[in-house]
């Protein structure tokens, strides 16, 4: 399809400023959207147009200050018992009907489970398409959304002939900007209907886990990450056991999650989390980009692999080739060694 | 009016290439799916699973529908096998290169014509893993979203569904009225093999294939002219040069790999 069959001529003057959906629970922000609150400053300006965050929920209100610091020109704040916990229905009205009145350009969502059920039924109300996992954005010269991510082995740019333009991004890909707590951004009041009767979708009850510190690879600074090299579960033992001297979190492709050797939670790539460590290690792993787009921002990446071809060490800080089954227990000792 | 005290599902299946490398077509930026070995979408064959185990607890009936090319056939003829009662392709050189938005469109199209309980999803395909076709299409439909879920329950006689779904910090329990739309997870169930009896039986289940004009609508949100989103390029990843490569005897590597991790310290 060329380029001009993709852009239609339309006229999209009327939809204006790049929005960003703060979502927050507890009444506390998630990181994902002050992260997306970067990327979309650097759009806006581009633009010169406004950056908006929205915020949804139930005395809310100071949480405003935040989205400023961290680089929105605007909030637009709903507060509303109904909004108070996240339910897809109450949510899907009111970002549908505020986008409705002020016609954004773009419309960007944290890719967390929330964002990623939310996003598409907005779209499908809005009659606008929406583009997942985005892991940059730009904007070309006629003022559209460029929006990248990995397709297979590639990269993909994407655009959207409606507006607004939405696209989701997980957490951890964009770096929040530095907060700046003199900025202070117009707080816009809103009110959206919502009645009980909406919610179709109700809460019963959440049984909230704690986490295994293992599993908790989002935010440890140390990942040890294993793939299908290890050959086995039994063998993933090696790299709990590297994890315990390196004091790190233990992660893996989606291949050994697949095959049960590790649980859902600790899969890092296009289907799983995203990371960015100040060191993950990548044992047994070949490093296709549905795996590295998941941790392609960590600080130091260390790989260690027998197959001197493997993609992972072309991206490796410190790429090590040889059998793991020898590197990794020589690892473990030399480091328990020093640690001594 | 007197409910049905049984369930009519609808299970929404793909067939997704067999290997997570994909080929583009150059022309189009869609994906090239024939001559490619293909497989029932893993997510999609626990839907089915959990579609017949509803069915075998609650009465009623299992219909899979699938937007595909002919091939899409096996994939059809597997849920059969498994147990599921009826197919459904959507197939015309029209729906091709649909995105997300005109695939949701392009089922719901047909879907409105039917009547249903539960709709199951899976919680997103192997091959493009968005997940975004489930809550358009619980939109389009105007009916209620369930997704990430981890175990179903239905309350037929109040007509609801009570469902344990995965979210950030846990897990939700959650009701919804039918008919509701699901999008299951792994660990739900553990997919059936097809027994011989079933593969046997499956080719005496009815397979339906419907076209645009049969399925009418508004062609041009069918394919890639009802897509609004489409791929403009395609390139490869940006490479990060490696540092440093260590090989040779492993012990001799060990130690150098520790003197640079702790300088990077």
Redesign the interface.
Known sequence: MSEDTIKEITDFSGYKGVWVFAEQRDERLKNVGLELLSVGRRLADKLREELVAVLLGHKVEELADELSAYGADKVILVENELLKRYTVDAYVKALAELSLKYKPSILLIGGTLKGRELAPRLAARLGTGITSDCTDFDIDEEGYLVQIKPFGKLMAEILCRTRPQMATAKPNIFKKLEQDRSRKAAVIREEVKISPEEIHTKVIKVIEVTNNPYENIENAERIVAGGRGLGSKENFKLIYELADVVGAAVAGTRSVVDRGWLSANQQVGQSGKTVAPKLYIAVGISGGAYHTVGMQNSEVIVAINKDPNAPILQMATYGVVGDLFKIVPLLIEKLKRIQR | MVPSKSLKIVVCIKQVPAV???K?DPA??TLVREGVPSILN?WDKIGVEEGIRLREKYGGEVTVITMGPPQAKEAVLECLAMGADKGIILSDSTFA?A???AT?YTLSMQIKKMIYDIIICGR?A?D?????????????LGI?????VKRVDVDIDRERV?AHR????????????LP?LL?V???LNEPRLPTLKGVIGSRRKEIRVINSSELGGDMSKYG?KG??????????????K??????GD??E???S??Q???R?K
């Open positions: 997570p490398d994909m583009i189009t930026h893993p290169g995105d997300t938005i949701a997103l192997m493009a893993e968005t997940g975004h076709v489930g809550p358009h299409l619980a939109e389009l209620p979203q369930i997704c990430y009570i995965e979210v950030e910090e846990g897990v939700e329990i959650v009701e919804a009225p509701v999008t997870m792994k660990g890639l897509s609004p989103t489409s791929m403009k390029k395609v390139f490869p990843p940006p490479l990060r490696p540092k440093m490569i260590l090989q492993p012990k590597v060990v130690e790999l520790v640079v991790l702790l990077e």
